[in-house]
C-alpha cells in the first residue's frame, strides 16, 4: 500500500499554509489510494472547501496567486510570475490546482528548503496531535489561524530545529485554548455565565 502522507501535506501547505489535521490525513490517504494515486479528486475538494473559501474570498486572481507563492516559501512572487499565473486562471486555461502544481514543481533554492521545511514541520505537527483532546483541539478558525502562525514561522533548517523542539508546547497550548473559559452576556439586567469549549 503506497503512502501519499507528504503528497496530502504537501497539498495542506500549498493550499491553507498549515498541517493536515490526522483525520483529514487519513480520509485523503484513503481516497487518493482509492484513485489510484490520483489527485484529482483531492484538489478539487480542496479548491471548493469552506477553508479555501475563506482563505481566498475576496481575493482578485492576483491575489490569491501571491498567496500560495507566501504560503509555499514565504514570499511574493516575482510580479511576471504572478501576473502569467493570474492571467492563465481568467483565460481558463488552467485552475488553482494547476497553479499550486506549477509553483511548487518549480521550487529552487531557498525556496524548496524553505518549501521542504514547511512539509517536514506539518508530518511532524500532524503525527504529535497523538491522543484524543490534541486531536479534539485541532478544529475551528482560532485553531487553524494558530497552526498557520506556526507554519508560517518555518523556513530555514534553523526555524525548522527551533518549531520542531516547541511542538509539545504548542500542542499542549491547543488543548489549553480550546478549554478556556468564553464569558458572555446573556441580555440586559441578566446574569452573566461563563460557557466551556472543549472537553
Known amino acids: 500500500m503506497a503512502n501519499y502522507e507528504q503528497t496530502i501535506q504537501q497539498l495542506y501547505v500549498a493550499y491553507f499554509n498549515r498541517p493536515a ?15 489510484g494515486g490520483s489527485l484529482a479528486i483531492v484538489t478539487a475538494a480542496f479548491a471548493s472547501s469552506d477553508e479555501y473559501k475563506k482563505t481566498y474570498a475576496g481575493k482578485s486572481t492576483v491575489e490569491i496567486v ?18 502569467f499565473w493570474a492571467a492563465a486562471m481568467d483565460d481558463g486555461k488552467i485552475t488553482i490546482n494547476d497553479v499550486v502544481a506549477f509553483i511548487a514543481a518549480g521550487a529552487r533554492n531557498d525556496d524548496l528548503v524553505f518549501y521542504n521545511n514547511k512539509v517536514s514541520y506539518a508530518t511532524g505537527f500532524t503525527k504529535a496531535l497523538d491522543l484524543h483532546p490534541e486531536r479534539s483541539a485541532y ?13 508560517s514561522a518555518v523556513t530555514t533548517d534553523a526555524s525548522l530545529a527551533t518549531a520542531n523542539a516547541g511542538m509539545n508546547t504548542a500542542t499542549a ?5 480550546s478549554r478556556a473559559p468564553i464569558v458572555f452576556t446573556l441580555s440586559a439586567n441578566a446574569d452573566t455565565g461563563v460557557a466551556f469549549k472543549g472537553g
Open 173 to 177: 497550548d491547543f488543548v489549553a485554548a
Open 66 to 83: 501571491n498567496t500560495v507563492y507566501r504560503n509555499l516559501f514565504n514570499r511574493d512572487g516575482d510580479d511576471d510570475g504572478v501576473k
Open 139 to 151: 478544529s475551528g478558525d482560532e485553531a487553524l489561524a494558530f497552526a498557520k502562525q506556526l507554519t
Open 21 to 35: 489535521d490526522p483525520d483529514g490525513l487519513a480520509h485523503w490517504q484513503k481516497v487518493i489510494e482509492m484513485q
